[in-house]
C-alpha cells in the first residue's frame, strides 16, 4: 500500500516538473502585462501582435515550407531506402542498420558543425542547405518507422501477385502499401515533429537572411523575453500536442483493426 502510494506521488511529481513549466507559459502568453509574476488581467494582444509581426510571420513561413518539404521528401527517400535494405541479406541488413542509427545517437551539434563543413566546401549557405540538412536527419526515423511494417508483410503473396500478371508497381500499390502505410505515416509525422522545433542543425546550415522560428527565438531571446514569445511558444506546442494526438489516434485505430481481423 505505501509502495503504491510512493509510486503515485513520485509519478505526480514527475508530471509536474514536465508540464508545469509549459501551462506557465500558456498562462503568460494570455497575461496583459510584460511581468512574469504580475497578472494584469486577460488578453489576446501579444497574439494580434505575433501575428501582425512580419519578422515572426517571415519565419513561420519559413519553418512550415521547410518543414513540409523536408518532410514528404524524407518519407519518400526513407520509404524506398526501406525497402531496399528489407530486400537484402541478412548481414547486409544488419550493417545498413547500424549505418541508420548512427545519426539518431550522434549529438545534433556534430551533425550541424559537420554539415555546415561540408556545405561551406562546396557551396554558399542558403535556404538550400537547411533543407538538405533536415531532409538527411529525417531519413533514419522513416526507416525505422516503415521497416517493422515491411517486416510484417509476406513476399509470397506480392510475388504471386507478379506470377498471376501484375505490374510490379501495381502488385506494391495492392499488395504491399495497404500493409506499410501506417508505418510511413508515422515516419511523415515524426519528420514533421523533428524539423518544426529542430535548433542545432538548423542554426549551423542556414544561410544569411533565413530564419526559422526556433533560429529566431534563440536571436530574440538575447535580447530579453517579449510576450510575443510566450504566444509563439503555445502556438508551437499546441502543434506538436496535435502532431501527437494524431500518431496516438491512429495507432490506436489500426491496433482495433488488427485485432478485429485476427
Known amino acids: 500500500m505505501v509502495k503504491k502510494s510512493l509510486d503515485k ?16 507559459l500558456i498562462v503568460l502568453s494570455f497575461n496583459n502585462s510584460k511581468s512574469r509574476v504580475i497578472w494584469g488581467g486577460f488578453t489576446f494582444n501579444w497574439y494580434r501582435e505575433l501575428f501582425s509581426s512580419s519578422m515572426i510571420m517571415d519565419a513561420f513561413w519559413t519553418t512550415i515550407l521547410l518543414t513540409m518539404t523536408a518532410s514528404l521528401s524524407a518519407t519518400l527517400l526513407g520509404t524506398l531506402a526501406a525497402i531496399g535494405i528489407h530486400s537484402m541479406k541478412k548481414n547486409a541488413r544488419a550493417i545498413m542498420l547500424g549505418a541508420t542509427n548512427i545519426p539518431l545517437l550522434n549529438a545534433d551539434i556534430v551533425t550541424g558543425i559537420s554539415m555546415m563543413l561540408l556545405f561551406v566546401r562546396f557551396t554558399g549557405l542558403g535556404f538550400h542547405t537547411v533543407l538538405i540538412a533536415h531532409i538527411t536527419f529525417n531519413i533514419p526515423y522513416v526507416i525505422l518507422n516503415v521497416l517493422p511494417k515491411l517486416n510484417q508483410t509476406s513476399r509470397y503473396t506480392y510475388e504471386a501477385a507478379l506470377d498471376l500478371g501484375a505490374k510490379p508497381l501495381y502488385a506494391f500499390f495492392k499488395i504491399v502499401w495497404p500493409e506499410i502505410s501506417s508505418g510511413v505515416l508515422s515516419g511523415f509525422l515524426m519528420s514533421v515533429t523533428m524539423s518544426l522545433d529542430d535548433f542545432s542543425i538548423t542554426y549551423f546550415t542556414k544561410g544569411a537572411g533565413v530564419n526559422t522560428l526556433s533560429t529566431m527565438i534563440y536571436t530574440e531571446m538575447r535580447k530579453g523575453i517579449m510576450p510575443q514569445m510566450y504566444a509563439l511558444s503555445t502556438i ?12 496516438n489516434v491512429k495507432s490506436n485505430r489500426d491496433t482495433k ?3 478485429r481481423s485476427c
Do not use: N
Open 9 to 24: 506521488v513520485y509519478l505526480t511529481l514527475i508530471f509536474i516538473f514536465l508540464y508545469l513549466p509549459i501551462l506557465v
Open 236 to 247: 508551437l506546442f499546441l502543434m506538436a500536442f496535435a502532431l501527437l494526438l494524431l500518431m
Open 257 to 259: 483493426l488488427a485485432e
